[in-house]
């Protein structure tokens, strides 16, 4: 893989709200990280929406708008194409900016499943292109501590995991229909959209999945029908006409890990309460901990001593991963935004270097595998094997 020199020239494609995250989380990696990080320069936004293109231009400092993607893939002053697009549209851009050599950085889930997610990392892989994907709850520096102590055996042998994603965007049953609720636009529902992330957090802290048995409901049948490119999937529609939701809400799954350890993983995006729950529990023979989204900045550690019983907080500190680039003292607060800054630093240093890191579409492939396995279980009611292919 080719090193990219400074400046890494950036393109993205579809300016949503997070279109509008990438293009912030970029123009801040070198006032975070100073010299160590690589110059980014936003070169052109894109979004068929004309107006929406035009402003975010103006806003965040693109040196051009356009409202078609392929103006990105095929232009020659772009080295790094950022994908933030409905699901549906994924592919062909992916596919066409690896054939034009450009570096992909593309939103979760991937592919509208196995065989999509498939074709577009072995088109970047044939290429020979550096790619990046968005399950940035990996880069919470606690979180990151996290998977240093586990990978040094400070927990024991693993034994139990559970892992979850609670959020209730889509609790309100006016709740608009975006791509999001629509099989044929995103694929699967509350499975790629949260459950995907708790399936690469497994993977990034445990290790791979042997089997599992699963399970899928939908609880809100239709949504009321909006515009195209008007508000987003937190949007309330309210009255007239209403659309079918051809994806599910929620998804649970009795998991079996490699290496022996057992779980539990569930998702829903209807469910009253939690805002952001992303979570998860580990336990080991030496020690547990427990760490979730919506206290980002601590976790909760209990080792086995005979001295001190029960879980105690631990809060960020300089000493975790990259939280030093925010603040010299610990327990302050970094959120959402941050850990995207934190992740276009890290992809923004991987091109820089010619040196693919994770996670990249090898792990968004490794996740799709698992999704597919959850939806044979829906269909079988049965527990089914995880099939892992050469990647």
Same mark, same amino acid.
């Given at each position: 893989m080719s090193k990219v020199s400074d400046p890494i020239r950036v393109g993205v494609i579809g300016m949503g709200w997070m279109g509008e995250v990438h293009a912030r989380s970029h123009a801040q990696t070198r006032a975070r990280?100073?010299?160590?990080?690589?110059?980014?320069?936003?070169?052109?936004? =894109?979004?068929? =929406?004309?107006?929406?293109?035009?402003?975010?231009?103006?806003?965040?400092?693109? +040196?051009?708008?356009?409202?078609? %993607?392929?103006?990105?893939v095929d232009a020659a002053d772009v080295d790094v194409v950022v994908v933030t697009t409905p699901n549906v549209t994924h592919r062909e851009i992916c596919e066409a900016a690896a054939a034009n050599g450009k570096h992909i950085f593309c939103e979760k889930p991937v592919g509208r499943g196995e065989s999509e997610t498939r074709a577009i990392h072995d088109a970047a892989a044939q290429a020979g292109v550096i790619s990046g994907v968005g399950y940035n709850y990996r880069q919470v520096p606690v979180v990151a501590h996290i998977r240093s102590m586990i990978a040094a055996g400070d927990l024991g042998d693993i034994t139990h995991y559970r892992g979850r994603f609670h959020v209730g965007y889509g609790g309100n049953p006016d709740g608009a229909l975006s791509w999001r609720f629509q099989r044929d636009l995103s694929g699967s529902g509350a499975l790629g959209d949260l459950m995907s992330h708790v399936i690469d957090m497994s993977h990034s802290l445990i290790g791979p999945l042997r089997d599992l048995v699963s399970r899928s409901h939908t609880f809100i049948a239709s949504r009321p029908i909006v515009q195209p490119g008007e508000g987003t999937h937190f949007s309330t529609g309210g009255g007239g006409t209403r659309g079918s939701v051809t994806n599910e809400d929620y998804v649970s799954a009795l998991v079996m890990f490699q290496n022996g350890a057992r779980g539990t993983f569930e998702a829903c995006r209807v469910i009253k309460g939690?805002?952001?729950?992303?979570?998860? +529990?580990? !336990?080991?023979?030496?020690?547990?901990?427990? %760490?979730?989204? +919506?206290?980002?900045?601590?976790?909760?550690?209990?080792?086995?001593?005979?001295?001190?019983?029960?879980?105690?907080? =631990?809060?960020?500190?300089?000493? !975790?991963? !990259?939280?030093?680039? %925010?603040?010299?003292?610990?327990a302050n607060s970094m959120g959402y935004e941050d850990l995207k800054v934190i992740e276009a630093f890290e992809f923004a240093s991987q091109v820089s270097r010619g040196e693919q890191g994770e996670p990249g579409f090898a792990d968004a492939l490794r996740v799709a595998e698992v999704e597919s396995a959850m939806e044979r279980s829906w269909e079988s009611g049965s527990t089914e094997a995880v099939v892992r292919s050469e990647s």
């Amino acid at each position: 893989m080719s090193k990219v020199s400074d400046p890494i020239r950036v393109g993205v494609i579809g300016m949503g709200w997070m279109g509008e995250v990438h293009a912030r989380s970029h123009a801040q990696t070198r006032a975070r990280f100073g010299e160590d990080a690589p110059d980014s320069r936003l070169v052109v936004c =894109v979004d068929d =929406v004309e107006a929406r293109a035009e402003s975010s231009r103006s806003r965040f400092g693109f +040196e051009r708008s356009e409202t078609d %993607w392929r103006k990105v893939v095929d232009a020659a002053d772009v080295d790094v194409v950022v994908v933030t697009t409905p699901n549906v549209t994924h592919r062909e851009i992916c596919e066409a900016a690896a054939a034009n050599g450009k570096h992909i950085f593309c939103e979760k889930p991937v592919g509208r499943g196995e065989s999509e997610t498939r074709a577009i990392h072995d088109a970047a892989a044939q290429a020979g292109v550096i790619s990046g994907v968005g399950y940035n709850y990996r880069q919470v520096p606690v979180v990151a501590h996290i998977r240093s102590m586990i990978a040094a055996g400070d927990l024991g042998d693993i034994t139990h995991y559970r892992g979850r994603f609670h959020v209730g965007y889509g609790g309100n049953p006016d709740g608009a229909l975006s791509w999001r609720f629509q099989r044929d636009l995103s694929g699967s529902g509350a499975l790629g959209d949260l459950m995907s992330h708790v399936i690469d957090m497994s993977h990034s802290l445990i290790g791979p999945l042997r089997d599992l048995v699963s399970r899928s409901h939908t609880f809100i049948a239709s949504r009321p029908i909006v515009q195209p490119g008007e508000g987003t999937h937190f949007s309330t529609g309210g009255g007239g006409t209403r659309g079918s939701v051809t994806n599910e809400d929620y998804v649970s799954a009795l998991v079996m890990f490699q290496n022996g350890a057992r779980g539990t993983f569930e998702a829903c995006r209807v469910i009253k309460g939690p805002g952001c729950d992303m979570a998860f +529990e580990v !336990h080991g023979t030496a020690g547990a901990v427990k %760490w979730s989204f +919506e206290r980002m900045n601590e976790y909760e550690l209990f080792v086995d001593s005979e001295d001190e019983r029960g879980y105690r907080t =631990v809060n960020a500190g300089p000493g !975790h991963p !990259h939280y030093a680039s %925010w603040y010299p003292g610990p327990a302050n607060s970094m959120g959402y935004e941050d850990l995207k800054v934190i992740e276009a630093f890290e992809f923004a240093s991987q091109v820089s270097r010619g040196e693919q890191g994770e996670p990249g579409f090898a792990d968004a492939l490794r996740v799709a595998e698992v999704e597919s396995a959850m939806e044979r279980s829906w269909e079988s009611g049965s527990t089914e094997a995880v099939v892992r292919s050469e990647s």
